[in-house]
C-alpha cells in the first residue's frame, strides 16, 4: 500500500479487472468495470471514496454547527460510519471512520449542553407559567373589567408559546391559570349584567323624569315651576347612568325643556327688569320733586295736601327692582316723618290747655319772686343779712325757672 500515491495508493486491480481496496494488512474486493484499463477502474472507485470524504466533511461541518440534534446527528454518524466501512471505494477508508468516531464525543457534548439547556428552558418555562397563573389568579379577584381581559388574552397567547415543562406540573398550573380565567369571565358577565340592569332602571327612571318635565317646560308658575325642576334635576343625577347613546339622548332632550321653561322665564324677567328700570326712574322723579316742594315743613297744611298729591302719583307708578325697594320707602318715610313732626309741633303750639298751665306756671313763678323781694326788703331793714342772703339764692332759682316758663308760653304765641 502506497499511502503516498493517494487514495489510489490503498487500491490494486487483478488483471482480470477485479479493484481492491486495502485496509491494513487486508484487502477486500470493491467491484470491476468492464472495458476499461486497470487505471480508469481504479479511478472510478477512487472517484467513489472521494465522495464519501466529501460527505463526511459535510456531517462534520453540519453537526459541527449544531444543524443537527443529537439523536439525528448520532444516528447519522453510525449510518456513515456503517457505509464507510462497507462502502466499494479505494481509499483510506480507517482514517474516514476514524473522522467519523471522533465526532460521537462532541454528539455527546452537546446531548449534555442540549439536555442542560432545555433543563433551562424548562425552569424557565415553569418560573413564567408559575408567574402568568399568580397574574391570572390576581386579576380574577380585581375589577379591571377592561385592561383585565385584554390581559388574559395576551398571557393565554403567551403561555401557548412557552414549551411544556414535565406533565405533572404543567397541568397543574395549566389548571389554576384556566379556573383563573373562567373565574374572571364570570364575575366580569355578573358585573356587567348588573350593570345592564342600572341601565334600564336608569333609562326608565330617566324617562319618567322627562315626561314629567315636558308637562312643566310650558309652564307660567315661574317660583314653584322653577323649584321642581331643580327636583327633577337632582333626581336625574341620582338615577345614574343608562346606556352611552340612550343616555345622550334622554340628556339632550331634558335639557332642551329646561331651556324651553327658563328661557321664557328669563325672558320674562328681562322685560320686567326694564320696566321696573323705567319705574324706578319715575319714583325717583316723584320723590327729588316732592322733597323739594314739602321740605322743609313751613305749611303744614299745604305739606300735608302736596304729600298727598304726590303719594297718589307714586303710588300709581308700578314696582321697582328689588334692591330699590328700602331706599324709596325710606325717602318717603323721611317726608311723612317731617310733615308728622311739623304737625305735632304745631298742636303743642295751639293747645289751649297747655297754654294755660304755661300762664298759670309763669304766673305762679312771678308771685313767688314777688314775695321773696318782699322777703329781703323786710330781712334789711332789720339788719338780718342771712335771710336776706338767703332769699336772694332762691329768687336765683326761680328766676331760672321763670324764663323756661316764658320760653314755653312764647311757643304759644309765635
Same mark, same amino acid.
Given at each position: 500500500?502506497?499511502? +503516498?500515491?493517494?487514495?489510489?495508493?490503498?487500491?490494486?486491480?487483478?488483471?482480470?479487472?477485479?479493484?481492491?481496496?486495502?485496509?491494513?494488512?487486508?484487502?477486500?474486493?470493491?467491484?470491476?468495470?468492464?472495458?476499461?484499463?486497470?487505471?480508469?477502474?481504479?479511478?472510478?472507485?477512487?472517484?467513489?471514496?472521494?465522495?464519501?470524504?466529501?460527505?463526511?466533511?459535510?456531517?462534520?461541518?453540519?453537526?459541527?454547527?449544531?444543524?443537527?440534534?443529537?439523536?439525528?446527528?448520532?444516528?447519522?454518524?453510525?449510518?456513515?460510519?456503517?457505509?464507510?466501512?462497507?462502502?466499494?471505494?479505494?481509499?483510506?477508508?480507517?482514517?474516514?471512520?476514524?473522522?467519523?468516531?471522533?465526532?460521537?464525543?462532541?454528539?455527546?457534548?452537546?446531548?449534555?449542553?442540549?439536555? *442542560?439547556?432545555?433543563?433551562?428552558?424548562?425552569?424557565?418555562?415553569?418560573?413564567?407559567?408559575?408567574?402568568?397563573?399568580?397574574?391570572?389568579?390576581?386579576?380574577?379577584?380585581?375589577?379591571?373589567?377592561?385592561?383585565?381581559?385584554?390581559?388574559?388574552?395576551?398571557?393565554?397567547?403567551?403561555?401557548?408559546?412557552? !414549551?411544556?415543562?414535565?406533565?405533572? +406540573?404543567?397541568?397543574?398550573?395549566?389548571?389554576?391559570?384556566?379556573?383563573?380565567?373562567?373565574?374572571?369571565?364570570?364575575?366580569?358577565?355578573?358585573?356587567?349584567?348588573?350593570?345592564?340592569?342600572?341601565?334600564?332602571?336608569?333609562?326608565?327612571?330617566?324617562?319618567?323624569?322627562?315626561?314629567?318635565?315636558?308637562?312643566?317646560?310650558?309652564?307660567?308658575?315661574?317660583?314653584?315651576? *322653577?323649584?321642581?325642576?331643580?327636583?327633577?334635576?337632582?333626581?336625574?343625577?341620582?338615577?345614574?347612568?343608562?346606556?352611552?347613546?340612550?343616555?345622550?339622548?334622554?340628556?339632550?332632550?331634558?335639557?332642551?325643556?329646561?331651556?324651553?321653561?327658563?328661557?321664557?322665564?328669563?325672558?320674562?324677567?328681562?322685560?320686567?327688569?326694564?320696566?321696573?328700570?323705567?319705574?324706578?326712574?319715575?319714583?325717583?322723579?316723584?320723590?327729588?320733586?316732592?322733597?323739594?316742594?314739602?321740605?322743609?315743613?313751613?305749611?303744614?297744611?299745604?305739606?300735608?295736601?302736596?304729600?298727598?298729591?304726590?303719594?297718589?302719583?307714586?303710588?300709581?307708578?308700578?314696582?321697582?327692582?328689588?334692591?330699590?325697594?328700602? !331706599?324709596?320707602?325710606?325717602?318717603?318715610?323721611?317726608?311723612?316723618?317731617?310733615?308728622?313732626?311739623?304737625?305735632?309741633?304745631?298742636?303743642?303750639?295751639?293747645?289751649?290747655?297747655?297754654?294755660?298751665?304755661?300762664?298759670?306756671?309763669?304766673?305762679?313763678?312771678?308771685?313767688?319772686?314777688?314775695?321773696?323781694?318782699?322777703?329781703?326788703?323786710?330781712?334789711?331793714?332789720?339788719?338780718?343779712?342771712?335771710?336776706?342772703?338767703?332769699?336772694?339764692?332762691?329768687?336765683?332759682?326761680?328766676?331760672?325757672?321763670?324764663?323756661?316758663?316764658?320760653?314755653?308760653?312764647?311757643?304759644?304765641?309765635?
Amino acid at each position: 500500500m502506497n499511502q +503516498t500515491a493517494g487514495p489510489a495508493g490503498y487500491g490494486r486491480v487483478d488483471p482480470d479487472g477485479t479493484v481492491f481496496v486495502l485496509t491494513g494488512d487486508t484487502e477486500r474486493a470493491v467491484g470491476q468495470v468492464p472495458d476499461a484499463t486497470p487505471d480508469e477502474a481504479l479511478a472510478f472507485f477512487v472517484r467513489r471514496y472521494e465522495a464519501l470524504e466529501v460527505e463526511v466533511a459535510l456531517l462534520e461541518q453540519r453537526i459541527g454547527a449544531g444543524a443537527l440534534s443529537p439523536e439525528e446527528a448520532r444516528k447519522s454518524v453510525n449510518a456513515a460510519i456503517a457505509n464507510v466501512t462497507d462502502a466499494n471505494a479505494v481509499g483510506d477508508l480507517p482514517s474516514l471512520i476514524a473522522r467519523l468516531e471522533a465526532i460521537l464525543p462532541r454528539i455527546a457534548e452537546q446531548a449534555e449542553a442540549r439536555k *442542560a439547556e432545555r433543563q433551562r428552558q424548562q425552569e424557565e418555562s415553569r418560573a413564567a407559567k408559575e408567574r402568568m397563573v399568580a397574574e391570572a389568579e390576581k386579576i380574577s379577584q380585581g375589577t379591571d373589567w377592561r385592561g383585565g381581559v385584554n390581559r388574559l388574552r395576551t398571557l393565554l397567547d403567551e403561555w401557548k408559546a412557552l !414549551p411544556r415543562i414535565d406533565r405533572a +406540573t404543567d397541568d397543574a398550573l395549566w389548571h389554576r391559570f384556566s379556573s383563573a380565567r373562567t373565574t374572571y369571565t364570570r364575575r366580569r358577565k355578573a358585573y356587567f349584567t348588573e350593570q345592564n340592569a342600572k341601565r334600564d332602571a336608569s333609562r326608565l327612571e330617566k324617562e319618567k323624569i322627562l315626561a314629567e318635565a315636558r308637562e312643566l317646560a310650558t309652564s307660567t308658575d315661574w317660583g314653584p315651576t *322653577a323649584g321642581a325642576f331643580r327636583d327633577l334635576m337632582a333626581r336625574w343625577k341620582a338615577a345614574g347612568a343608562a346606556q352611552r347613546e340612550v343616555d345622550d339622548q334622554l340628556w339632550t332632550e331634558f335639557r332642551a325643556l329646561q331651556d324651553q321653561f327658563f328661557g321664557a322665564r328669563q325672558a320674562l324677567f328681562d322685560s320686567q327688569d326694564a320696566e321696573q328700570s323705567a319705574n324706578l326712574a319715575a319714583k325717583q322723579k316723584l320723590l327729588d320733586e316732592a322733597e323739594a316742594e314739602i321740605l322743609p315743613v313751613k305749611d303744614v297744611t299745604a305739606a300735608r295736601a302736596a304729600y298727598r298729591t304726590f303719594l297718589e302719583a307714586y303710588n300709581a307708578v308700578g314696582r321697582v327692582p328689588r334692591e330699590q325697594i328700602r !331706599p324709596l320707602d325710606s325717602r318717603v318715610r323721611a317726608i311723612e316723618s317731617a310733615i308728622r313732626g311739623a304737625e305735632e309741633d304745631e298742636w303743642k303750639r295751639t293747645d289751649p290747655e297747655a297754654r294755660a298751665r304755661a300762664e298759670e306756671t309763669v304766673g305762679m313763678l312771678s308771685a313767688e319772686i314777688d314775695k321773696l323781694s318782699q322777703k329781703i326788703v323786710k330781712a334789711e331793714a332789720r339788719g338780718d343779712k342771712a335771710v336776706a342772703d338767703k332769699a336772694r339764692e332762691s329768687i336765683a332759682t326761680y328766676q331760672t325757672w321763670l324764663d323756661q316758663a316764658k320760653a314755653t308760653l312764647a311757643e304759644f304765641t309765635a
